[in-house]
């Protein structure tokens, strides 16, 4: 790159949701510390979790993992679902144990290695927020009791746990109370591969105007009223259930009662013929919900799907085989992808998935966690190889480089590359033959571990065979599919004004030239060029998701032609070497029949002048007119260095032939449609989601 110069809804709660996700993140990020890099813990949280206990028990990869569906929306202050990851990691193997982590003030991982018989039994251990309760593989067992969510309680996880088998003898029982999981008033709740059974109530309750949830990838069985959401005269409650196998279940499968939002979908629903239990209805719609039930099967269910008169319930493609009775919908509901991303499996293909995928796992490494919502991979999946490297000569190797070459050619499984804390100044390539890496930072910030040179466009080859172009620069260069990075920053620290001789002063940081990449809880940090997002080849698609990271900049410090998304990050302005003000935050060259830049529910802004940078420009690459650059901000804050016209020409070509818009934004950089500052409509907007870029990929942290 060449230097130039100088769908609405009359609840008043959910009007206030939109301006949580047009926000982004919160305000206070905007404070120049923050905008800096961010205070790292406590904004989006550090990549792991801190010490194990006692036991020995070290931070598993899972404790970072956040959940999808409502649970990741961020609303009344929480950002997304990720449990106790900012904690310690303790294990316990008592009911003392379990209920001294789980009520205590702190954020905690609590591992429950073995089973725990709770007394008296039907008691539901009080949990309170910034939680994650996890079954060690299948071993973790509640017996005789459950989990109690009370008001207020918040970002809260329950994994790969068997809880069963408070029963009191009774099938149709109104004495005992004894629930698995029941949340009252709770809010960013996240259950998931668990195996709930045989209780005297309910298998899970979401009640008392609860919200923010999502049920997923569960095994619900043998019990009379399984899954009641609701039971409020509010209209209140968004939830997302996706992927459980419902097997045995009378009643309550779920039953959903003045629910705001209710998806469900990917839900396997059995009534096995010739048992005692028979099911009585499957999917309910009550009072003023709107649900959205979609690719979904039904086996053998009575009933499978009822609504009230007053309720909304729209189907599609669901599979219905040997039901009988009430299937029903009507009415107008809500377009799930306006909140997360998502991409459902085939029905056809749902009871095969579910049976293999639902419940707890022998290992919940995140690649299984399957917080994305895609289909799980198989129990026999290979368990990814750890390669760590440390500069002080602690680990096996003592650079990335090094860990990386030790990675063969043509590998087919997940290579992690941990790397302890500490600067690494070296230049690191993943070749196209080395899919399935991860570089991943084991310390508690993203700032503890740092990659980073000094190349730039014209620095001398070491082997005197030129000078470095653009592309050459980059400190990280990644040339193969399915890569991940994690927990770390990517720097280019190359001195502009110590090198005025040089024609340019582009410095790529990162550079991705692959398909599948996501990077995760990243800094990514320059001047000119820092972050380049391009393609193997111009015919070759290339996809990258870039969430809860930072990108620090000045002069087309976004851009190539990948089809790429940034969500849930801080895009920090930087001034120039000389202490000016000027830029351009995106300089994409899409292809014409591809996607370019989306960046979604994230903050723009910096300590530079008012008014002094462009959200993009229009770059042909090579002068390539056949080429159509596309960049879409939307549901973002735009500080006030936003120019209220933020486009811009470049290299004779006018941005206004191409493609760039605005959807929802807020903040002092934020302005009203016109000529020079287009914003999509509803309809077009739905158009352009996160699903919509990625085109089917779920990026999955493994």
């Known amino acids: ?6 769908r609405t809804r009359a609840k008043a709660r959910h009007r206030r949701r939109r301006k949580i996700l047009a926000t982004g993140v919160p305000l206070a990020l905007v404070a120049a510390g923050a905008l800096a890099y961010g205070t790292d813990t ?6 792991s979790a801190r010490a194990a206990s006692a036991a020995g028990y070290t931070a598993p990869a899972w404790a970072t993992a956040g959940a999808d569906g409502f649970a990741s929306v961020d609303a009344l202050g929480q950002r997304g679902t990720y449990g106790g990851r900012d904690g310690e990691t303790v294990t316990v193997r008592t009911q003392a144990e379990l209920e001294k982590y789980a009520t205590a003030e702190e954020p905690y991982v609590i591992v429950v290695a073995g089973t725990i018989r709770v007394a008296p039994v039907g008691k539901e251990i009080k949990v309170r927020s910034d939680k994650t309760i996890v079954g060690a593989g299948t071993s973790g067992q509640i017996v005789g009791g459950g989990f109690f969510l009370g008001t207020g309680v918040h970002n809260v996880i329950i994994r790969n ?5 408070s029963y009191q003898g009774v099938w149709n029982d109104k004495e005992h109370d004894f629930d698995a999981i029941q949340m009252d008033g709770a809010h960013h709740v996240w259950i998931d591969h668990n195996d709930l059974r045989h209780m005297a109530d309910g298998l899970i309750d979401v009640r008392k105007d609860s919200t923010y949830v999502t049920v997923s990838w569960n095994r619900l069985s043998d019990n009379n009223k399984t899954f009641g959401i609701g039971w409020t005269e509010n209209v209140a409650t968004d939830i997302t259930v996706h992927h459980n196998w419902f097997r045995e279940t009378e009643q309550r499968n779920p039953s959903t009662d003045n629910a705001a939002h209710a998806h469900l979908y990917n839900n396997y629903l059995e009534d096995v013929p010739g048992t005692g239990i028979t099911s009585s209805y499957g999917n309910y719609a009550r009072g003023r919900t709107s649900m959205v039930l979609e690719n979904s099967y039904f086996q053998g269910v009575n009933n499978p799907v009822i609504k009230d008169a007053t309720a909304s319930l ?5 599979v219905f085989s040997g039901t009988s009775g009430r299937n029903e919908s009507g009415g107008t509901a809500f377009d799930p992808a306006r909140f997360y991303a998502y991409t459902p499996d085939r029905a056809a293909d749902v009871p095969g998935l579910v049976r293999a995928g639902a419940g707890p796992r022998t290992s919940i490494g995140v690649a299984d966690a399957q917080q994305g919502g895609a289909a799980p991979k198989a129990a026999t999946t290979k368990a990814a190889t750890t390669l760590t490297v440390a500069r002080d000569g602690t680990a096996r190797y003592r650079t990335v ?3 990386v070459d030790a990675v063969p050619a043509g590998n087919a499984s997940r290579v992690v590359i941990a790397v302890k804390p500490g600067t690494y100044r070296e230049t690191v390539k993943v070749p196209s033959d080395k899919p399935h890496v991860t570089i991943q930072g084991t310390g508690t910030s993203r700032k503890q571990t740092v990659i980073t040179y000094d190349n730039a466009a014209g620095t001398p080859k070491p082997d005197g065979s030129g000078t470095y172009g653009t592309s050459g620069s980059a400190t990280v260069a990644v040339e193969a599919d399915d890569f991940q990075a994690r927990n770390l920053t990517i720097a280019n620290d190359f001195d502009e004004a110590a090198h005025q001789s040089l024609d340019g002063h582009q410095a790529v940081a990162l550079r991705t030239a692959a398909d599948k990449v996501f990077l995760d809880g990243v800094i990514v940090t320059g001047d000119q060029d820092t972050l380049l997002l391009d393609t193997a080849a111009k015919d070759r698609l290339g996809r990258v998701y870039m969430r809860d990271s930072y990108v620090v900049g000045n002069v087309d410090f ?3 032609r990948a089809s790429a998304v940034i969500d849930r990050s801080v895009i920090t302005l930087k001034k120039r070497w000389n202490g000016t003000s000027a830029g351009y935050v995106t300089a994409p060259s899409t292809p014409a029949d591809r996607k370019g830049f989306l960046i979604n529910r994230s903050v723009v802004d910096g300590d530079v002048a008012a008014g002094s940078f462009h959200l993009g420009r229009t770059w042909h690459a090579g002068g390539d007119a056949a080429l159509d650059p596309q960049t ?12 209220s016209t ?8 006018s941005w206004k032939d191409d493609r760039f818009a605005e959807y929802r934004n807020s903040g002092p950089g934020a302005g009203a449609a016109g000529p020079d500052r287009p914003h999509l409509t509803d309809s077009q907007a739905a158009g352009q989601e996160i699903g919509d870029w990625l085109g089917g990929w779920v990026p999955t942290a493994s």
Request: proline fraction near 6%.
């Open 632 to 643: 879409t901000v939307r549901d973002s804050r735009l500080g006030a260095a936003i120019k």
């Open 401 to 403: 480089q090094a860990a």
């Open 161 to 165: 746990l068997t809880i069963r088998d």
């Open 42 to 47: 406590g904004v989006f949280g550090p990549g």
């Open 1 to 6: 790159m060449s230097e130039t110069p100088a």
């Open 558 to 560: 976004i851009f190539g």
């Open 314 to 318: 729209v189907q599609r493609g669901n």
């Open 646 to 653: 933020p486009w811009s020409d470049m290299g004779g070509f």
